[in-house]
């Protein structure tokens, strides 16, 4: 096995491999590599960190495609972490898709990096944030997070990003109205897709009706949220949406927004990571099975149980 | 205030006040009402917990209404929670379905609870679980579980019934690869809706082959995972659904499949109310801001920087 120097000096020359392989341990075996991730941590914070979040079928891949197509445009490359079950990345998605998205995969400026929900192994946030980190410590200018906008998990990822995106389709199945709880709230940027579509008029006028009564849980210090119209298949949109996004960076950097919005990205990650530890000592030891044993025979509520549980860590 | 005695003989006599007020407190101050639903638990645990799920776009809300007509039809009480965003109870859907379940909500024998996502909040399937003690404990027959497909929480809520239906539409952009990490493995039964449209056969079809590659994480102990036509328009469908969700039951009462399915959900429940009860301990004192502060300095990891915090608790 290589060694602890090795390993983080191959991470931060940008090694593909030793990338690929770090992210499988960091995600599978946490525990094992605390130490480098502690490293890979102390060389992240250059990157801009933009997360996406939109419902399925709203068009997500197809715009990441045509933002990193963008950002390679300027000679900036670009990390790509996939946290949606439909991606193209992830396995899940149609043929078509796929070879769409088949150009990025030979670009080495490219690196795309799928996560699955990952059902009863729990900490999807923990793995999510721990592989930002070594896409931004190995040098990578852009990293982009994908997910789903349904699912509190998957919201807070997203939310968890230095600027956030949040895509909405026109016409599919009142989308807004979907993905309105919790989500539209933490929008730096609104993007619309499929604008070459009529309905998508309505879904900009909702959205800009929404954002003038206020309905933003964010303070955003002065930042006004636009929203944006694009069509990634005609490439609508995409120079404004890219020209944003930069402004939006600067605006973090000038307002001192980002010092602000780095604590609470900090906050949410100490959370879901010390989640993540309760939840593998929990199963660790046979203090579980004795507190469902207590609760089955009805000694003990859940919530008594449970209790009971954190004494005993 | 009430007494807890008054109030519990409230809850179980069916009080639609006395339930509606309690779930308000389980949901926003679980502290404070710990001890009635230790009470409310014990005397839960005769009603059919059915859990529901499937994409945004997928039918469930018409399902479930289609649903709730069967076994009132039967004489049978219902409750349902939905925990989905997009869902006509909680307030994100379109007219047209608010208005078709409007039946539903002059109906005494059935009981309507939406919960929000939660956001920073957290503990969405844990309130979830309250309310379906609250809703078990007053008496209803039947408690229906309504979540989305997509989420790891949201897929642990509707995991953690007796019985778990998977809903698939036809040609819903693909909709069986959509939610096929992590979901479909646990259906008990799968539902494919909209099977008056011709992509259905497909789906039905897809949904076989998958199961007959045996690719369920469930021990089914001798359960045949059924593949259901259904069209809630028609009402096509909805006798056999019925039938199977009977047939089910009585399965795991005489397989002694329902043992172990109630530790599973124990087990389930005990870990995300060790993890809510984590949250608010964790964001009470000034222990978060510390651990914040020493990891934006670049002293601890964000790892490190939960385990001190774990230690302080």
Same mark, same amino acid.
């Given at each position: ?23 499988? $341990? /960091? %995600? ?17 914070? $250059?990157?801009?960190?933009?997360? @996406? ?15 990193? *197509? ?5 000679? $900036? ?26 150009? +990025? ?11 699955? &929900? ?12 721990? !592989? ?6 190995? #040098? ?6 994908? !997910?789903? #906008?349904? #699912? ?9 990003? %230095? &600027?956030?995106?949040? +895509? ?15 989500? @539209?709230?933490? /929008? ?19 959205? *800009? ?7 933003? /849980?964010?303070?955003? @210090? ?29 605006? +973090? ?14 906050? &949410? ?5 010390? %989640? ?18 207590? /609760? ?12 009971? +549980?954190?004494?005993?860590?």
């Amino acid at each position: 096995m290589d060694g602890h120097d090795d390993i983080l000096s191959r991470i931060l020359a940008g090694e593909t491999l030793a990338i690929a392989r770090l992210m499988s $341990r /960091a %995600e599978g075996r946490p525990g094992d590599v605390a130490d480098i991730m502690a490293d890979v941590h102390k060389n992240a914070g $250059r990157a801009h960190v933009i997360g @996406l979040t939109g419902v399925p079928g709203s068009g997500k891949s197809t715009l990441v495609h045509a933002m990193a *197509k963008r950002f390679r445009a300027d000679g $900036r490359t670009v990390g790509i972490v996939a946290v949606d079950p439909s991606s193209p990345y992830s396995g899940g998605a149609i043929l078509g898709d796929r070879v769409r998205m088949s150009d +990025l995969a030979t670009d080495e400026g490219v690196f795309i990096r799928s996560l699955a &929900t990952r059902g009863a192994l729990g900490g999807l946030a923990r793995a999510a944030m721990d !592989t930002v980190d070594i896409l931004d410590a190995a #040098g990578f200018d852009v990293v982009l997070i994908e !997910t789903v #906008g349904v #699912g509190q998990d998957e919201v807070d990822i997203a939310g968890a990003a %230095e &600027t956030v995106l949040v +895509l909405s389709a026109p016409g599919l199945g009142d989308g807004i109205q979907a993905i309105k709880a919790g989500v @539209l709230e933490i /929008a730096d940027i609104h993007v619309v897709s499929k604008c070459d579509k009529d309905e998508s008029s309505r879904t900009v006028a909702d959205l *800009k009706s929404m954002l003038h009564l206020g309905s933003t /849980a964010r303070n955003h @210090l002065g930042w006004e949220v636009p929203v944006l119209r694009t069509s990634a298949e005609t490439n609508l949109g995409i120079d404004e949406l890219n020209d944003a996004l930069n402004n939006h960076r600067i605006h +973090l950097v000038e307002s001192g927004e980002r010092v602000i919005r780095r604590r609470q990205i900090l906050e &949410t990650r100490i959370v879901k990571t010390a %989640e993540d530890l309760l939840r593998q000592r929990i199963t660790q030891g046979d203090s579980m099975s004795k507190a469902v044993e207590s /609760a089955l025979a009805g000694d003990k509520s859940p919530r008594q149980a449970a209790e009971e +549980l954190l004494k005993t860590l």
